[in-house]
């Protein structure tokens, strides 16, 4: 299996523009978590779905950030605008159904915002 | 959200020593999981401990989780420099969050 993909690997943007980061969970997962790292705040959970309908987005930042997940096998996080303070590697991690305690993470998405 | 605190931040030692690096907080876990993170990776986890007490062994890494469930401790016997990593303590729950880390740097 290919693991957890996300897309793209960097994203270097100016300030107020819109960005997309983008995961494809690994096959047959039915559990989908995007994270937020940062030195000062460590990893964060933003938002998590399961089977496709998201479960609870308490730590979405604002209302400038969204998340969606279309089918199972896609998601996306967006930030519009996106501000200096966005600056962060954002993670997508999956969970196979009924293992509660497992999740397998991508390589990040590393935005800067200038 | 519960609060995880793992000291120290950073440690860096010479290959061959021994060190134990800890994840804290007041409330009491069903169970507590290990990752380590390198750099531009995503964390791979490690060990999931689930009963208080527990010990678990991974080669030459030991995970305790303690006797109430509120803490856990990882201790890695003879370090090598592919131990380097951030290493990042999380409760049972979707809605805890990571502890901060510890960063470990093995000098050869």
């Known amino acids: 299996d290919a693991g957890v993909i996300q897309s793209p690997r960097h994203e270097v943007t100016e300030m107020g523009q819109e960005v997309t980061l983008r995961c494809k969970p690994i096959s047959g997962h039915n559990s989908l978590f995007w994270y937020r790292q940062t030195m000062m705040r460590g990893l964060e959970l933003l938002i998590y779905f399961n089977n496709n309908v998201p479960i609870d987005d308490s730590g979405m930042p604002e209302d400038r950030f969204s998340a969606k997940m279309p089918n199972a096998s896609f998601s996306t996080l967006k930030i519009q605008p996106s501000e200096p303070r966005d600056s962060a590697v954002y993670f997508c991690?999956?969970?196979?159904?009924?293992?509660?305690?497992?999740?397998?993470f991508g390589a990040g998405t590393r935005l800067s915002v200038l | 959200t519960q609060l995880l605190e793992q000291s120290p931040q950073f440690l860096s030692i010479q290959e061959g020593e021994n060190l134990t690096v800890y994840c804290n907080s007041s409330?009491?876990?069903?169970?507590l999981q290990w990752y380590r993170q390198e750099p531009g990776e995503g964390p791979v986890l490690l060990v999931t401990v689930v009963t208080g007490g527990e010990v678990k062994k991974l080669k030459r890494l030991t995970f305790q989780f303690g006797d109430a469930r509120k803490d856990s401790s990882l201790h890695i016997t003879a370090a090598q420099p592919g131990d380097t990593g951030l290493y990042l303590c999380?409760?049972?729950?979707?809605?805890?969050?990571f502890g901060t880390g510890t960063r470990l740097t093995i000098i050869p």
């Open positions: 991690a999956s969970r196979p159904g009924g293992a509660k305690n497992i999740q397998y």
């Open positions: 409330s009491v876990f069903s169970s």
């Open positions: 999380r409760g049972g729950n979707e809605k805890l969050t």
